[in-house]
């Protein structure tokens, strides 16, 4: 039933539905930090303008909204890739001869990157150096609620960079942000006078695009793939943190290789789609489920990669 201010749970129409485990990594597996599980395998959470409840069924995702906001609906479609394209890039992946990648996609069949905004994407990661999930949440959760828009029901947006741009840092490390704080203020106070910063970065090819990103305060190589790949759905960004060091040292025989060598095998390696592979090994890593980590399992082979060649 729909509670106040709620509309009726109904089916979302995905080319592939998720089960309730992959729902939950989708929503909180560190790609978007702005949902909650308000009930066992219910999540509540906010994406740009759009409030929704999100839950698995029988492995249908259903969804809620706000009474009366009628985009909800479309927005979740483009959110959560209903038309399936990444399904179709994801059997272009190396699958097929990579027992490691192979295992990964098996734990979360159907995990897609969310298409989030990007500023939601670079505010977001900006303070994830150094953070687990649970406190980039609440610190996204403290900005929002200090210093965005109302959405109804208790939620609110996220801050524009002109918002914050009118904050002062002692404001911003009151949300729990540290020394993050002089990022987002040095990043809010390059993009608040450009509005349509995103749609002119959008036109630029991936490496400009990195670069670009990397310009900005506070904003490393990790950072900046990320942002590309959950911001601007660049699928080819391969970003390299802990979780991936340790699954390609161990899985894939790196051990030793710098973060800048890990991420050109995992381009070379996975290809157009090496993001979606990311995400996978990323959250099987987390699991504990990925081979060759602690079992004594399959081991991808050894890399024949330009990546590789070149250590």
């Known amino acids: 039933m729909a509670g106040p201010g709620w509309t009726s749970w109904r089916p979302l129409a995905l080319a592939r539905g998720l089960s309730s485990s992959a729902l939950a990594e989708q929503l909180d597996g560190g790609q978007s930090f702005r949902w ?14 759009h409030v929704a409840r999100l839950r698995a069924s029988g492995g249908t995702v259903e969804w ?3 009474a009366g906001d009628v985009a909800t609906e479309p927005a979740l479609l483009n959110y959560l890739d209903a038309a399936g394209e990444q399904e179709r890039l994801a059997d272009g992946l190396p699958w097929r001869s ?41 610190m996204v959760a403290a900005l ?4 965005g828009p109302p959405l109804g029901a208790g939620h609110t947006a996220l801050p524009s960079w002109a918002d914050l741009a009118r904050a002062q840092e002692k404001e911003l490390r009151a949300c729990a942000l540290g020394y993050r ?10 993009l608040a006078s450009s509005p349509d910063w995103a749609d002119g970065w959008s036109r630029l090819e991936t490496p400009a695009l990195l670069e670009r990103l990397r310009s900005l305060p506070g904003v490393g190589p990790k950072v900046a793939a990320c942002v590309a790949l959950f911001g601007f759905a660049r699928l080819e960004c391969f970003p390299v943190d802990t979780w991936i060091v340790q699954a390609l040292a161990s899985a894939y025989g790196l051990g030793g290789w710098d973060a800048a060598r890990m991420e050109m095998f995992g381009r070379v390696h996975f290809g ?5 592979a990311q995400q996978h090994l990323f ?15 399959a081991r991808a082979p050894r890399p024949r990669s330009r990546a590789r060649r070149r250590r």
């Open 98 to 138: 990579d027992p490691v990648l192979r295992a990964a996609m098996a734990v979360h069949p159907g995990l897609r990157i969310l298409r989030q905004d990007p500023s939601e994407a670079l505010l977001c990661f900006l303070c994830s150096s150094n953070k687990r999930i649970q406190q980039i949440r609440s």
């Open 283 to 297: 959250a099987a890593a987390r699991a504990g489920r990925l081979p060759g980590l602690s079992d004594g399992g």
């Open 181 to 190: 704080a002089a990022y987002v203020r040095g990043v809010a106070l390059r």
């Open 64 to 66: 809620s909204g706000l």
């Open 272 to 276: 157009p789609a090496a993001g979606l």
């Open 36 to 49: 909650v599980e308000h009930a066992p395998g219910e999540w509540t959470g906010v994406f740009g303008r």
């Open 144 to 147: 929002s609620r200090g210093f």
